[in-house]
């Protein structure tokens, strides 16, 4: 069992939590990974790292509610536990002294894509950080990121904060002004990776995106995260989860995580019913599960 | 070899023995049980198992124990049992094998203690491994099992992997005195005889006895621990304070065909598939939470011979497939599966499709498998296995309705312990180095063995590798030489 020392929502729907897990925060890198089980008859599911406090021995999650596991693990608070919690996963970001690096997250992408933006300010670079959320109140870690990024540039969908626009508009903007861009690192829904990869593909400019493919054993055993880089198949949690975006078959990504979306939605609505009737008279708000993914 | 002239507890005379027929299995009958998750085998009797004993021709030089990889008495077990005394007889095999109750079950004997059995040659076999299973369940109803006493060591070791050859470095070296630790990845302990063998054929009920077992004996677990990512070799090492660490961390990555359409949805690896059911009880779906295909009235294929794939596939019929098809690419002889699940799987009604292999997948404009397009296969020269070379015929083409496939072909090796250990020897194929018989790896105080030094291999072989490792860090840790 591992514990919750604390939780808090950053933002509607999305919740840090500070674990209690020593032997991962000793290890954990930027760009990697952990998978967590809530309870005995719960799935594993892949959770990004946002922090970790190696001497404190606790590692910070970001969870946004997407299906059942998410939407209860949401439901947890500071001194309640979590079953297991596995990692840390993954190959950790490449961290260089490139240049002039571009970082971008998209939703609660912004917390995988936080701690690598810390990385690489350390190493040298000089960060410009893009966060885009669909509105103001989705807008999560603006002071860490502003506090790690020569520049901070943020966009919302519907403009109730900030830029209306999207993550590719500053982008797009960036380029046009003559920025000279070394690296983009891009952290976010598939749709913002893949158009982030097709915009940087013209330009030339190496794009490493983040990969979210459904999972379970994160340590290469299952290979159902298999993704297809140059048409070849690649597993996410021992090859990835960073890859050259212009190297990724987006369609493919999409269409596997659609697989379990019946089962999926068929959990979320049986948690909704249980949910309602247990505090009767809430009002429930539908949401549609997200298939697969990182929470 | 010939049959000892010792005085014998048999009352039947030697010459009479070959004329006992072996005694059959028990077994939940085929078109029951290909619906049900329940064991396909239910165990001998007493009075079947004492029968059956009686038929050992007790051997002067018994090669059933000089081919079985972890080295069992079977004579003087087979002997206690036809004497009467039960527990005697499971104590007796707990000398060499730590897991009888699962040996029992999933060993393919007759490539080992009753593939040399001296009646094969003339009638069938000794039920070598039917009587170990009844031993190991007897021993488990009476409840009353030994325990060895030992002076601790003062020695550590650690183990990494929680499967077969995991476990029986722990339960041997708990045996000398050593503190053993076992870090496991998964959340649940017994690597694949959890996460691959499916419960009709080894239920969970027995790992977890197995297990309780070894804590009794004071072998310590720790899931949720990837060795090489949540901690490193030399961390355990140097801060943990191990004396030794033996590697045991199994088959690793699933192999696919390298065909087109190997990323439609409803293509499995096999451990996938497995795991979703074994581990995940995704079968159980929507009591566990973990999804899977529904396959009520779907046509489903595995591709491969060997253990997995039956495994896979007798899963498959159990969660309600419309068609369950083997699709193996050589002919019956080659099939590495063990005899007897090949023969259920039969039994239960699986279509086998020898000597095809498929070419290409298709699917809908949504990306679901709807077909195997598959050519069939004869056989050629041998190749490097020695087996002969399946060649493709020409113009045999054809194509297979399906909505699942699940590919069990094999695995190559798991890099993650490898790549984070400086100076950790690996063959070309990625596997680690160790020596045949003590399991040393290149570095100081580090053993491994299994699957993740051979390949993809069984249970007994890697339970063998883990017995020489025990044998080795024992006498590593008594010693100091290395």
């Known amino acids: ?295 | 070899m010939s049959p000892t002239a010792k005085k014998s507890l048999n009352p039947v005379p030697i010459k009479d023995r070959m004329k006992v027929p072996r005694q059959l299995m028990p077994e939940q009958p085929a078109e029951q049980r290909a619906h049900n998750f329940e064991e396909v085998n239910l165990g001998y009797s007493p009075e079947l198992a004492r029968q059956e004993a009686q038929r050992c021709l007790e051997c002067a030089k018994p090669t059933c124990t000089d081919n079985c990889p972890v080295g069992v008495k079977v004579k003087e077990f087979v002997e206690l049992i036809v004497a009467g005394d039960f527990l005697a007889a499971a104590a007796k095999i707990r000398e060499d094998n730590v897991l009888p109750a699962i040996t029992g079950r999933v060993c393919p004997q007759e490539d080992h203690c009753e593939g040399k059995c001296l009646l094969s040659k003339k009638v069938k076999p000794l039920g070598i491994g039917y009587l170990e299973r009844f031993v190991a369940d007897y021993e488990k109803r009476m409840g009353s099992h030994v325990l060895p006493t030992v002076a601790p060591s003062g020695k550590k070791v650690a183990v990494v992997g929680s499967g077969p050859s995991g476990l029986t470095v722990a339960g041997d070296l708990i045996q000398k005195g050593h503190k053993v630790r076992v870090f496991e990845a998964l959340h649940e302990l017994g690597g694949v005889l959890v996460y691959g063998i499916p419960e009709f054929r080894l239920p969970k009920q027995i790992i977890r006895e197995q297990l309780d077992y070894m804590r009794e004996m004071g072998v310590e677990f720790e899931t949720d621990v990837v060795v090489g990512r949540t901690i490193t070799i030399d961390e355990l090492m140097e801060e943990e304070g191990y004396d030794a660490v033996y590697i045991g961390t199994g088959a690793g990555l699933p192999q696919f065909m390298n065909i087109p359409g190997e990323h439609f949805n409803g293509v499995y690896s096999a451990n996938e598939f497995l795991t979703r059911i074994n581990l995940m009880k995704a079968y159980k779906f929507p009591a566990y939470d973990e999804p899977m295909l529904d396959l009520h009235g779907k046509d489903v294929a595995v591709i491969g011979g060997g253990n997995t794939a039956l495994d896979a596939i007798r899963s498959a019929l159990r969660l309600g497939a419309a068609k369950a098809y083997v699709i193996y690419r050589r002919s019956d002889a080659e099939m590495p599966a063990r005899a007897e699940e090949v023969h259920h799987a039969r039994q239960e009604g699986i279509d086998f499709q020898m000597l095809t292999a498929p070419v290409e997948f298709l699917a809908d404009s949504k990306g679901w498998l709807t077909t195997a397009r598959c050519v069939r296969m004869e056989l050629g020269e041998p190749d490097a296995s020695g087996r002969r070379r399946p060649v493709p015929m020409a113009g045999s083409e054809f194509e297979l309705p399906l909505s699942v496939a699940v590919i069990a072909i094999g695995t190559s090796a798991n890099p993650i312990v490898q790549s984070t250990t400086p100076g950790l020897g690996t063959n070309k194929r990625g596997y680690i180095q160790a020596d045949e018989n003590s399991q040393r790896t290149s570095r100081k105080g580090v053993f491994a063995g299994g699957d993740i030094v051979t390949g993809s291999a069984t249970v007994i072989l890697a339970m063998g590798a883990g017995r020489r490792a025990a044998k080795s860090i024992h006498e590593y840790l008594t010693t100091g030489e290395w």
């Open chain 1, 1 to 295: 069992m591992f514990k919750i020392i604390h939780a808090e929502f950053l933002a509607p729907g999305i919740k840090r939590f500070v674990i209690e897990a020593p032997r991962i925060a000793r290890r954990q890198k930027p760009g990697q990974f952990v998978i967590l089980r809530i309870y005995e008859e719960g799935e594993r599911i892949p959770v990004t790292i946002e922090n970790s406090d190696s001497e404190r021995g606790t590692i910070n999650i970001v969870v946004q509610a997407a299906g059942k596991t998410t939407h209860l693990l949401n439901s947890l608070n500071t001194g309640d536990g979590i079953l297991d919690v596995v990692g840390p996963l993954g190959k950790p970001s490449e961290i260089a002294h490139y240049g002039t690096v571009v970082v971008v997250g998209g939703g609660v992408g912004t917390a995988m894509a936080y701690p690598t933006a810390v990385a690489l300010k350390r190493a040298g670079n000089r960060v410009l950080s893009i966060v885009g959320a669909r509105n103001k109140e989705l807008v999560i870690l603006e002071s860490e990121m502003r506090a790690v990024s020569d520049a901070l540039m943020i966009t919302t969908d519907d403009g109730s904060y900030a830029d209306k626009g999207f993550v590719t508009d500053k982008l797009r903007q960036l380029i046009q002004n003559g920025t000279r861009i070394d690296l983009v690192v891009a952290v976010g829904p598939i749709v913002m990776m893949k158009a982030i990869a097709e915009l940087t593909r013209k330009e030339n400019i190496h794009t490493v995106v983040s990969l979210n493919p459904i999972m379970i054993d994160g340590t290469g055993m299952c290979g159902g995260c298999r993704v297809l880089i140059d048409g070849k198949s690649e597993f996410a949690c021992v090859d990835g989860p960073e890859f050259d975006a212009h190297r990724v078959n987006f369609e493919v990504l999409v269409q596997r995580n659609a697989m379990y979306r019946d089962a999926e939605r068929q959990s979320m609505t049986e948690y909704q019913q249980h949910e309602a009737s247990r505090s009767a008279g809430h009002a429930c708000a539908a949401v549609e599960p997200i298939p697969g993914g990182r929470a």
